[in-house]
T-cell receptor
Framework: AQRVTQPEKLLSVFKGAPVELKCNYSYSGSPELFWYVQYSRQRLQLLLRHISRESIKGFTADLNKGETSFHLKKPFAQEEDSAMYYCALSGRRETSGSRLTFGEGTQLTVNP | GAGVSQSPSNKVTEKGKDVELRCDPISGHTALYWYRQRLGQGLEFLIYFQGNSAPDKSGLPSDRFSAERTGESVSTLTIQRTQQEDSAVYLC?????????????FGPGTRLLVL
């Protein structure tokens, strides 16, 4: 079975401080991992995926297979980063395409 | 272009009634997913459509839930004899081919409240 755990429901930091949103997963194969973000009154949207190895809005995430983690990091948080962040995993099942398994989400608040 | 749209945006119904939720995917997207999000929880997979293949219904919580999709267009999720535990936001997503690496584009959701 595949599972995603985000241990922090709420995370609050000050503007300019580093931020790390934790994500751990369990999956027996080789997973695809994603971070999705939902800003206030907006729809859920992709922030970044591990396969792209890119930085989006200053955020990065590294897949650590040894620790089965995919933590999201940003060195200097901005107020506009305040949002709900979901870590998600896509395993490969022949009959279910890239169905996503989501964590419960972390509400990030960046205070001025 | 237009994103994924869903209707209605909100639905209040009485326990025992049937409800039908609609999803219009992005034009040309062959893969369509339904997810459910209960208050304070992550999204749960419900059902997946890929082109003309048989849908994967493995996430449907009970036989009161069903969904249809005509070709690569609109999908409807039907909940029969609604229960209070069905109250949630129902999200639809679509992607181009349904591969693992693809971005899923989400609709705004339908917020269902069963009284």
């Amino acid at each position: 079975a595949q599972r995603v755990t985000q241990p922090e429901k709420l995370l609050s930091v000050f503007k300019g401080a580093p931020v790390e949103l934790k994500c751990n997963y369990s999956y027996s194969g080789s997973p695809e991992l994603f971070w999705y973000v939902q800003y206030s009154r907006q729809r859920l949207q992709l922030l970044l995926r591990h396969i792209s190895r890119e930085s989006i809005k200053g955020f990065t995430a590294d897949l650590n297979k040894g620790e089965t983690s995919f933590h999201l990091k940003k060195p200097f948080a901005q107020e506009e980063d305040s949002a709900m962040y979901y870590c998600a995993l896509s395993g490969r099942r022949e009959t279910s395409g890239s169905r996503l398994t989501f964590g419960e989400g972390t509400q990030l608040t960046v205070n001025p | 272009g237009a994103g994924v749209s869903q209707s209605p945006s909100n639905k209040v119904t009485e326990k025992g009634k049937d409800v039908e939720l609609r999803c219009d995917p992005i034009s040309g997207h062959t893969a369509l997913y339904w997810y459910r999000q209960r208050l304070g929880q992550g999204l749960e997979f419900l059902i997946y459509f890929q082109g003309n293949s048989a849908p994967d219904k493995s996430g449907l919580p009970s036989d009161r839930f069903s969904a249809e999709r005509t070709g690569e267009s609109v999908s409807t999720l039907t909940i029969q004899r609604t229960q209070q535990e069905d109250s949630a936001v129902y999200l639809c997503a679509s992607s181009l081919f349904g591969t693992r690496q693809e971005t899923q584009y989400f609709g705004p959701g339908t917020r269902l409240l069963v009284l």
